[in-house]
């Protein structure tokens, strides 16, 4: 059964820090490319970073370059975003998931994506 497991979202104050996790089992670890997307209240649903489990090449969107990194624990399965300096705009459902293959050159395609896991709630106050 494949799963992805999102955790670390929680309530935190403008320039401050989160490490989100996302744990993936049941599918081929190094053979995918694992994306963050986040989804804020009323909006569509955002591709954040990406990387290859293959060479450990990223992607990062504009909004979050130099605020957020995203790295990969191939031994434990689990991909990790640090986001630093937080902002009341970065307030969303963040959300792993999966893709056969390396990261796109333009990001992480929700359409593309072969498996997901439920979010978990990052809430930036100003």
């Known amino acids: 059964e494949v799963q992805l497991q999102a955790s670390g979202g929680g309530l935190v104050q403008a320039g401050g820090s989160l490490r989100l996790s996302c744990a993936a089992s049941g599918f081929t670890f190094d053979d995918y490319s694992i994306g963050w997307f986040r989804q804020a209240p009323g909006k569509e649903r955002e591709g954040v970073s990406c990387?290859?489990?293959?060479?450990?090449?990223?992607y990062n969107a504009d909004s979050v370059k130099g605020r957020f990194t995203i790295s990969s624990d191939n031994a434990k399965n689990t991909v990790y975003l640090q986001m630093n300096s937080l902002k009341p705009e970065d307030t969303a459902v963040y959300y792993c998931?999966?893709?056969?293959?390396?990261?796109?050159?333009?990001?992480?395609?929700?359409?593309?994506?072969?498996?997901w896991g439920k979010g978990t709630l990052v809430t930036v106050s100003s």
């Open positions: 998931a999966a893709e056969y293959g390396p990261c796109n050159d333009y990001g992480p395609d929700y359409y593309g994506m072969d498996y």
């Open positions: 990387i290859s489990s293959s060479d450990g090449s990223t």
